[in-house]
């Protein structure tokens, strides 16, 4: 089975531009949830979705939005983009909630975003 | 709130030896779930072990294997003969069961010395 997938590998963008990504969860997982990696930093929880619903927001501002699809997968959107948006942006999988059962969470390769 | 502190920053190894790797993390939960997860140069992150807070008894895969101290909010990762594909960025990672979001720590950068 393909593990999760995202999409685009790499984005460059300006200041003020908006973008989309794109995830794909591990067959038969319900669950995504995307995270920022800054450069030398751990990832920071962006949003979970689960059943095409939000189930967890992170400290992030209202640029950031999120929705998950029937099939459940899955997009990140950054509106309004700020050079300190340029990261790694993971996606990452599970079959159910993240956290009600501790479900291991699979991480995709990540979208690595650059703002100029 | 929950916190997760990875108090070295780097770390070397010579293949074939011993390293451990310290986390702690701080929370005011009783059942919650403890992770360490792999991150080579430019690849995907992968999970190492996991640890359920209710069991008392240690997670181990393998050469990996952890050390729980719960009282102390400790969860420390011991690598046995470690190898250069070790080589690598680790997170610890922590996630409530009441909880919806993981939180990791800053990582350590382990590089396994020929």
């Known amino acids: 089975d393909a593990g999760v997938t995202q999409s685009p590998t790499h984005l460059i963008k300006t200041r003020g531009q908006h973008v989309t990504l794109r995830c794909s969860p591990i067959?038969?997982?319900?669950?995504v949830s995307w995270y920022q990696q800054v450069l030398g930093q751990g990832p920071q929880f962006i949003f979970q979705?689960?059943?095409?619903?939000?189930?967890g927001r992170g400290n992030f501002p209202d640029r950031f939005s999120a929705r998950q699809f029937p099939n459940y997968s899955s997009e990140l959107n950054v509106n309004a983009l700020l050079l300190g948006d340029s990261a790694l942006y993971l996606c990452?999988?599970?079959?159910?909630?993240?956290?009600?059962?501790?479900?291991?969470?699979?991480f995709g390769p990540g979208t690595r975003l650059t703002v100029l | 709130a929950q916190t997760v502190t990875q108090s070295q920053p780097e770390m070397s190894v010579q293949e074939a030896e011993t390293v451990t790797l310290s986390c702690t993390y701080d929370?005011?939960?009783?059942?919650?779930?403890l992770f360490w997860y792999k991150q080579p140069p430019s690849r995907q992150m992968i999970l190492v072990i996991r640890q359920e807070a209710y069991k008392q008894q240690n997670a181990t895969e393998n050469r990996f294997s952890v050390n729980f101290q719960k009282a102390a909010k400790s969860f420390s990762l011991k690598i046995s003969d470690s190898q250069l594909g070790d080589t690598a960025m680790y997170f610890c990672?922590?996630?409530?069961?009441?909880?919806?979001?993981?939180?990791f720590g800053t990582g350590t950068s382990l590089t396994v010395i020929p």
């Open positions: 990452a999988s599970s079959s159910r909630l993240a956290g009600g059962l501790g479900d291991t969470q699979y």
């Open positions: 979705y689960y059943e095409k619903e939000e189930r």
């Open positions: 990672a922590f996630i409530a069961n009441t909880g919806n979001q993981f939180y």
């Open positions: 929370t005011s939960e009783n059942n919650y779930y």
């Open positions: 067959s038969g997982h319900k669950s």
